[in-house]
Antibody, heavy 123, light 106 residues
Framework: DVQLVESGGGLVKPGGSLRLSCAAS????????MNWVRQAPGKGLEWVSS????????YHADSVRGRFNISRDNAKNSLFLQMNSLTAEDTAVYYC????????????????WGRGTLVTVSS | DIQMTQSPSTLSVSVGDRVTIACRAS??????LAWYQQKPGKAPRLLIY???SLESGVPSRFSGSGSGTEFTLTISSLQPDDFATYYC????????FGQGTKVEIK
């Protein structure tokens, strides 16, 4: 099956760090741009970070730039999000999501999502 | 940054109703807009891409229109499975989501 499975969420104290992982299967992971999207409890979706297929291009939302870092290991079909200096505002379900096709400008939407992993920042 | 504004925030409707959700971009995004459906506790599901293209497997009662800064998602006849929250997303410059529209039972 084509799927994305996130892991690594949990309870962390303010100022702490956490590393999320996303395991991809059923498709050629190394060919796709990948992203992290988060959703705070009862709130909407917020794009967080993006990484190109070969890790050449990395983008972060202003809200996490300087604190979060996205990376990937194509040999292990895995995506990561290193989160540092966490605050209560980072509490959310974190989803990994795939960009459908970056070779065609019309196709830069997210066509595959994982089920998410919950990060709770609280003392 | 491109801002996306959806309206209304909540829609109270009945099965069989025609539903229209609006999405406005803070600057022109051509047709680089997608619509997603999300149910509680679930990941978003892609419905529409390139403003009006229907994703494979999505019922034909869903349709999208618009270009530039004004976009619309229409559900021609609401079904029980359609009660959910809907998000627009621009992908012209990075990615930005609208704040969501909850479609609830009247």
């Amino acid at each position: 099956d084509v799927q994305l499975v996130e892991s690594g969420g949990g309870l962390v104290k303010p100022g702490g760090s956490l590393r999320l992982s996303c395991a991809a299967s059923g498709f050629t992971f190394r060919s796709y741009y990948m992203n992290w999207v988060r959703q705070a409890p009862g709130k909407g979706l917020e794009w967080v970070s993006s990484i190109s297929s070969g890790s050449t291009y990395i983008y972060h939302a202003d809200s996490v730039r300087g604190r979060f870092n996205i990376s990937r290991d194509n040999a292990k079909n895995s995506l990561f999000l290193q989160m540092n200096s966490l605050t209560a505002e980072d509490t959310a379900v974190y989803y990994c999501a795939r960009v459908f096709d970056t070779m065609n400008r019309a196709n830069w939407y997210f066509d595959l999502w994982g089920r998410g992993t919950l990060v709770t920042v609280s003392s | 940054d491109i801002q996306m504004t959806q309206s209304p925030s909540t829609l109270s409707v009945s099965v069989g109703d025609r539903v229209t959700i609006a999405c406005r971009a803070s600057q022109s995004i051509s047709s680089w807009l997608a619509w997603y459906q999300q149910k509680p506790g679930k990941a978003p599901r892609l419905l529409i891409y390139k403003a009006s293209s229907l994703e494979s497997g999505v019922p034909s009662r869903f349709s999208g229109s618009g270009s530039g800064t004004e976009f619309t998602l229409t559900i021609s006849s609401l079904q029980p499975d359609d009660f959910a929250t809907y998000y627009c997303q621009q992908y012209d410059v990075l990615w930005t989501f609208g704040q969501g529209t909850k479609v609830e039972i009247k």
